[in-house]
């Protein structure tokens, strides 16, 4: 794992190959299945569709039903669709904490901040432009925020992969402003020229990717007929501060030096999500 900490630190990203198994990812898969599965219910009974879908892959069934009723995705991510148990397995499972681990410590803090996205084919809405994750995270850009970032199908170009420009942490946050037409702020000065490293990340589920506030990354346009589904979540070094972050209410510890366990249940998780403002604030 050494040598995960050094590339790492090179580049500041990281894709750990078979981090995770079937077995892992499948109940928030069931849980996202069980979701569209409703919603699609719902749209039959009120006459908007004539079909269900029901026999249609993961990867299918919901751009299949939004076609159908002539709509599109309406938020970034899914939030509160899929709060769950399964979901909290997820976050804090021992096989993402461990790579964690090997990158800050034994003492890590979930940052509350999570979405299951489904990047539809033909999509501009989830096709984000060049950017750090610090520029839409006010003050943290001087502390360690890294996002996990998980497929739930595999990734290919083709299908919007996530690209990296390796090494571009090194040199602080950036500048931004807006651009009509453009739904996130983008960097004042562009951060490519001809002669810029492009990585781009074909990943395979059960792949692990994880990267750092400050390195720019985007994502591709879905060119494909079928939905790049994914779930990512944001951590750092326990005790940095999260003042001002939206998602401050529902963070939490992951481990514990001491125990290297998760001093916290999905009980008390839930519990906090239940007295934040978000149960009902997000789709």
Known sequence: M??????????????????????????????????????????YNEGVIS??????????????????????????????LVFSEALFELITHPKVL??????IGSDI?????FWVRPKLPNEKLTTLPWHQDSAYMPDTENDTHLTVWL????????????????GSHKAG???YHRVPGEAFAVPVLPPTSSHTEIDTLEMQKGDLLVFNNLVFHRSLFNRSDMIRWSVDFRFSPTDTSLDGLWHEAIACPARARET????TSWQDWRAQWEASPHKGRFV
């Open 151 to 166: 497929p739930l199908v595999d990734v290919k170009t083709e299908n919007g992969a996530l690209q990296f420009l390796p």
């Open 2 to 43: 050494e040598t995960y900490s050094e590339k790492f630190t090179e580049h500041g990203y990281l894709v750990v190959k078979s981090a995770l198994c079937e077995a892992d990812l499948a109940p928030l898969i069931a849980v996202v299945s069980d979701v569209v599965d409703k919603r699609a219910t719902e749209l």
């Open 173 to 175: 946050l950036q500048t």
């Open 109 to 113: 803090q979930f940052n509350g901040d």
């Open 260 to 263: 290297r366990q998760c001093p």
């Open 51 to 80: 079909d269900t879908y029901e026999n249609l892959p993961f990867e299918h069934r919901w751009h299949a039903i939004l076609k159908a009723c002539g709509r599109e995705n309406e938020v970034f991510g899914w939030h509160t």
């Open 98 to 103: 461990d790579v964690l681990e090997h990158l």
